[in-house]
């Protein structure tokens, strides 16, 4: 896991589903700045991913 995600996980309450989507798009190497901000939920994740 990514520095980046591990401080994402410490600032923002993401629930398991969209902490799934964010270590996914990060094993893919993608950017996940566009997909960080919390209200979105874990689909709206997958989908920008």
Known sequence: MSK???KLFET????SR????LRLAD??????S???DPKFNW?????IS
């Open 12 to 15: 923002y309450a993401y629930d």
């Open 43 to 47: 689909e709206q994740m997958r989908e």
């Open 4 to 6: 980046t995600l591990d």
């Open 27 to 32: 094993e893919k190497g993608l950017d996940i």
């Open 18 to 21: 969209q902490k799934a989507q």
């Open 34 to 36: 566009k997909m960080k």
